[in-house]
């Protein structure tokens, strides 16, 4: 989603670059850069979100594309995901909750979340498989398993 | 002379439990040994024996070896000195890994141990004939000899290379890896001694992170070999340090560096099994050094005889792992770690036949070698003293004074001075405020001095980094304003008078590991190598493994005594990273690889595709025979995935503006449905990308570009969004892993196509060649298709949501059986593409190309009022054009391929090169496109080309870059 920093649309979200928080009904929405924004719903609610968001007030120019289709979500959770992740990502992983950061994991580009324990780990579709490789190797020594989404 | 110590080196190691019976000592209070597990491994071949936690020369030594390798140019044979990591005669080869630090590496059941730089073996090497001729061996010896005749030097080297030191690397690749890590602390400690210990303590207590590394295997620096009151101080600290959630603890690591803004290289080393060492990149907001003091050999004849060995090694050896060093010793001591080392050997039950006291004016002035026996000239047999007696030992300790190594501090800007007083170096006033000093390093003291110093410290540090990131997160950062804020620097700890001592009347070694002498030095020197920097590139002293923690202050007295000068006024050699050696696997790390799949890759692998590697994208190459793709898609219909292609949706009333400034040609009048093809150049005008833009609907478009550019063209797009026109109301969006695209085309393909998206009228009229179509196809809504085509056959291009790119590729093949619906990979398409003339950006252009020689002159519009290139293509023109062009090419023998690549030439001048060259399935015969002078570039031309053999062919100059279909017939149908 992009529109103006300072505009209605930024001001219903409410979180600005580098932060995410709970906007209800499962849907936790990220601020992704200036002027851009990441909502992580529940499967198949994209559509809905895209209708949501059109209908805002208008901003002057707000695009809103479901991107469902082109990213891939990994989650790392546990004690000892910070570790984990530190290992392919250079960013001081110690942030608050809710802190988002646009940076780069085993060298790709990602948008990564503080979520709680763990943190959600966004990229591009086509790095999905090499990703999630990525990430198993660097947690090896922690016991870091996959589990299937749910 | 005394025999039994000698001969043990040459007895075969007994396999008798419990091992080692003859140095091992009874249990000590702080020793690091389990003696409960002991562990067999190999020396030489032969079978030895340790304890857990034994290093692989303390085992060695408690079984009696004394000697462990033979050193660099002379191959004189080497025992312990430092008994730790930078101990220069304890480098071995274990198993494939060669120039393991023997007195740090902690031994292992099965280890292969063997000896380096010792040839045909440890006890008779042929190459210690050096020594006898050393007086010819002086530094710069090879520079000196070697460099005439030049063309001998393959002969010398063939001879000389048996003469090199280190150990064997493996041919066969390790099993082993090398990790990485990144680190974000509020206080970094370097060094885990009482000091660093007390200051990871006290940063950690209010609330800073803190990384605390230690270079050995376990905290406590020198407490661990002290007495009573160290190992209760030891336990005291260990308890805190454990009970400080705070604090991560590196054992086994090293600060190999400091960068600007505390940016701090970690080595830890034996991470986990497997991994051999990690870097850690480690970010501290505040710095403490605590690294402690090195101790310093004395210069003498004699003193690299195996038997001669320092203070703190003498006493590691005794209370860490319980070895005892000798039967009969002589101390040599200046300070009171000499007097202790005499008071823990007397009491390991070693005579002390001699204490020659330095604070008295005592000296010694050689140690001898045996001259008789089995351990002749391989070990200490006795030792002369300054008044001129000669006593029998065979073991010589000295403790005559301390490095400091400042590495760290050097390299946060410090400029360590020299302290007569306390002979050795100390920490300046150039350290920033970001970077602390504490410990033995600083100053000295008590252990509780130390320790309560430390606490100082990590408070100071901790209060230091919390204004720092409250300064940093402090969005008005007032300009300078509280550069001063936080606490004071604790003051410094005081010093302690030292004897300054660093060589005897006599010679001796100065740099163990170079084998660097210090008349080598004084030689040097009257050569008018004055200079320290200039002094250590000639000699190599400071250069070797022990990388001058050993021997740079010792180099350094030589030099001043040889050019009449103070040490303060000699200076010392620049503390380059790294401050230990590490290697090459560390620097390296993990290698990350990205690889980008598209939905379809599976189905690809599966049904035998051979994968070309494009980029980061792995895509199929072909399916097994490219050329009947070639026929099949020219008569039938095929299908290829084109996922890579990069995409960009691009929204908002200002799009055109931003088309007709990309592009070189005319976008403001693009209708909706309709796509166009565009060149961008950069502004010098040389091609950079290309492809289709298609306008879907209002305010919207979708850019596809090369695969290989979709980066740089988005970056391109920013950059003029960001900066050049921030008033564009534009959003774009990369859109490349959002579909899985999909090139239907052949003849068949509207047939095929028609079946799956029933709702599209695909009918010539209402879907025209270069139109673009919203879509429902195979039931996936969100589709979008338009009308192209690079295969120069009628096609369509599908993109839909990537995660049901692999239902409609197989809904594609399923449908479009009958039709005889076959994938095709890269190497098909481009073999049509090229019998179409389709130029390919990078392969048919380099980073000279204008748009004017890659043949797209109908393409440029000068008229338009900006766009990227303008001036340097306008340029181009008002000089009558490029000077080459690319041309369609076809060899006169049709069935020779000449390689891309290949030279035309006429005579022996070049006048054009082959981009692109294959045979064409379609007309039976090779086809290329390639660049030639524009004077040889008219139709008919028949020029030669320069085969790799040296032979030359003909070819052709063709009146079309397109060798099939000119006309665009088949595309258009």
């Known amino acids: 989603m992009k529109a103006a920093a300072g505009g209605a649309v930024a001001g219903a979200l409410g979180v600005p670059f580098g932060a995410a928080r709970d906007a209800g009904d499962g849907v936790l929405a990220v601020g992704s850069g200036p002027g851009e924004w990441l909502l992580l719903g529940p499967a198949g609610a994209g559509p809905a979100l895209v209708e949501r968001w059109r209908a805002e007030p208008d901003d002057g120019l707000v695009t809103v594309l479901d991107a469902t289709a082109g990213r891939t979500v990994l989650r790392i959770d546990g004690p000892a995901s910070t570790a984990a992740l530190a290992k392919v990502c250079g960013v001081d992983l110690a942030a608050a909750d809710g802190s988002a950061v646009r940076t780069s994991v085993a060298r790709v580009p990602a948008l ?30 922690f016991g870091l398993v996959r589990e299937r989404s749910t | 002379m005394t025999g039994t110590s000698f001969r043990l080196e040459d007895r075969p190691l007994r396999n008798a439990a419990p091992p080692n019976p003859g140095r091992r000592l009874d249990p000590r209070p702080g020793e690091v040994i389990d003696r409960s597990a002991p562990l067999s491994f190999t020396w030489n071949g032969r079978p030895a024996q340790g304890f857990e936690g034994d290093t692989i020369v303390s085992a060695l030594a408690a079984s009696g070896v004394r000697v462990f390798s033979r050193s660099l140019k002379y191959h004189r044979p080497r025992g312990l000195l430092t008994a730790s990591f930078h101990d220069p005669g304890c480098l071995v080869q274990v198993d494939d890994e060669p120039n393991v630090r023997g007195a740090h590496r902690r031994v292992e059941a099965g280890m292969r141990v063997s000896a380096q730089n010792a040839w045909p073996s440890l006890r008779f ?13 002086g530094p710069g010896f090879y520079y000196k000899t070697f460099i005439a005749p030049e063309r001998l030097w393959p002969a010398y080297e063939s ?241 005559i004074g301390w490095t400091a190594p400042t590495s760290l501090l050097n390299m946060a800007g410090d400029r360590p001075v020299y302290d007569p007083t306390a002979a050795r170096f100390r920490p300046g006033d150039g350290l920033p405020d970001s970077v602390f000093v504490t410990g033995g390093l600083l100053g000295d003291g008590t252990v509780d001095e130390l320790v309560a110093h430390g606490s100082d410290v990590g408070r100071a540090a901790a209060a230091r980094s919390d204004a720092r990131s409250v300064r940093q997160d402090r969005s008005d950062r007032a300009a300078g304003a509280d550069d001063d804020a936080g606490p004071a620097r604790p003051a410094p700890l005081p010093v302690v008078p030292h004897p300054a001592l660093f060589r005897s009347t006599t010679h001796g070694i100065v740099d163990y590991s170079e084998d660097v002498s210090s008349k080598d030095l004084i030689g040097a020197a009257h050569e008018g190598y004055e200079s320290v920097e200039l002094l250590k590139r000639f000699t190599t002293v400071t250069m070797g493994s022990a990388q001058g923690k050993l021997e740079t202050v010792n180099a350094v007295a030589v030099l001043a005594e040889a050019t009449g000068r103070t040490i303060g006024e000699t200076g010392t050699t620049v503390w380059r990273p790294p401050y230990a050696p590490m290697s090459l696997g560390a620097l390296a790390g993990r290698q990350f690889e990205p690889v980008r799949r598209s939905p379809m890759q599976g189905w690809h692998e599966a049904h035998g595709a051979r994968p070309l590697v494009a980029g980061a994208w792995i895509r199929p190459d072909h399916y097994g025979d490219p050329e009947a793709e070639v026929r099949n898609v020219r008569t039938n219909v095929g299908i290829i ?22 592009y070189v040609n005319k976008w403001s009048k693009l209708a909706e449905g309709a796509v166009r093809y565009g060149v961008m150049c950069g502004d010098d005008g040389v091609v950079f990308d290309d492809g289709v833009t298609g306008h879907l609907g209002p305010d919207h478009y979708v850019m596809s570009t090369t695969s290989s550019g979709a980066e740089a063209v988005l970056n391109l797009v920013e950059h003029v969004l960001a900066t050049d026109h921030p008033e564009w109301r534009i959003h774009v969006t990369p859109v490349v892993g959002d579909y899985a695209s999909i090139n239907v085309a052949g003849p068949d393909s509207r047939a095929l196509l028609g079946r799956l998206a029933p709702e599209l009228d695909l009918s010539p009229g209402a879907f025209a060649y270069m139109q673009v179509r919203s879509a429902t196809i195979a039931g996936v809504t969100g589709c979008f298709t338009w009308r192209i085509g690079f295969t120069g056959e009628l096609s369509y291009e599908l993109h839909v949501p990537a995660d049901r790119g692999l239902h409609v590729w197989e809904a594609l093949l399923d449908t479009g059986r009958d039709l005889g619906c076959a994938p095709f990979g890269v190497e098909a398409q481009r073999i049509m593409r090229l019998e179409k003339g389709h130029l390919i950006v990078g392969q048919d252009s380099d980073g000279l190309t204008s748009a004017y020689a890659a043949g797209l002159d109908w393409l440029v519009k000068p008229d338009k009022t900006d766009f990227l290139g303008k001036p340097e293509l306008a340029w181009v023109a008002e000089r009558g054009g490029p000077t080459a062009q690319l041309v369609g090419l076809q060899p006169v023998d049709g069935t020779l391929v000449p390689p891309e690549g290949c030279q035309l030439v006429e005579g022996t001048t070049i006048v054009g090169r082959i981009t692109s060259s294959r045979m064409s399935p379609t007309l039976g015969r090779s086809i290329g496109l390639g660049y030639v002078d524009r004077r040889l570039a008219s139709a008919g031309t028949v020029v030669s080309v320069r085969l790799p053999d040296g032979t030359e062919t003909p070819v052709t100059v063709m009146a079309d870059l397109a060798h099939f279909d000119p006309e665009g017939r088949r595309l258009r149908a």
Not at chain 2, 288 to 298: H, K, M, N
Not at chain 2, 641 to 662: A, C, E, Q, S, W
């Open chain 2, 125 to 137: 090497d042929v190459k210690a004939a050096n020594q006898l001729v050393g007086r010819f061996l």
């Open chain 2, 159 to 399: 001879v000389l290379k048996r003469f090199a030191a280190g150990g064997r690397a493996s041919a066969e690749p390790s099993h082993d890896s090398y990790d990485k890590r990144y680190a974000h602390v509020d206080v970094l400690v370097a060094g885990g001694g009482p000091a660093g210990m007390a200051a990871a303590v006290a940063a950690a207590a209010v609330g800073a992170s803190v990384m605390l590394v230690e270079e050995e295997y376990e905290l406590g620096g020198h407490l661990r070999w002290g007495g009573k009151r160290e190992l209760d101080l030891l336990a005291e600290q260990r308890a805190a340090v454990d009970a400080s959630p705070g604090i991560e603890v590196l054992t086994n690591s090293v600060v190999t560096a400091r960068y600007d803004d505390n940016w701090m290289a970690v080595l830890q080393r034996s991470v986990f099994p497997g991994v051999r060492e990690r870097l850690v990149k480690a970010r501290a907001t505040t710095v403490v050094v605590a690294a402690g003091l090195i101790e310093r050999p004395y210069v003498f004849a004699g003193n690299d005889l195996p038997g001669v060995m320092l203070s703190t090694a003498a006493r590691r050896l005794v209370n860490l792992w319980a070895v005892k060093p000798g039967t009969r010793a002589v101390v040599f001591s200046a300070n009171a770690e000499g007097d202790a080392a005499a008071a823990d050997l007397e009491d390991a039950g070693v005579e002390i036949t001699r204490l020659v006291d330095a604070r008295r004016g005592e000296n010694i002035v050689r140690a001898l070698a045996a001259r008789h026996g089995a351990a002749r000239r391989t070990g200490l047999s006795a030792v002369e003293l300054g008044d001129g007696s000669i006593v029998e030992c065979d073991l010589l300790v000295t403790a």
């Open chain 1, 112 to 141: 990564v979340v503080r979520d709680g324990d763990g943190f959600l780990v966004v990229g591009e579709r086509s790095y999905g498989e090499y990703l999630a490789g990525a990430l198993l190797d660097a947690g090896a020594e």
């Open chain 2, 641 to 662: 995935d084109v996922t890579p292609l990069g995409k960009l949706d691009l929204r908002g009333p200002d799009v055109p503006l931003l088309l007709n400034l990309l």
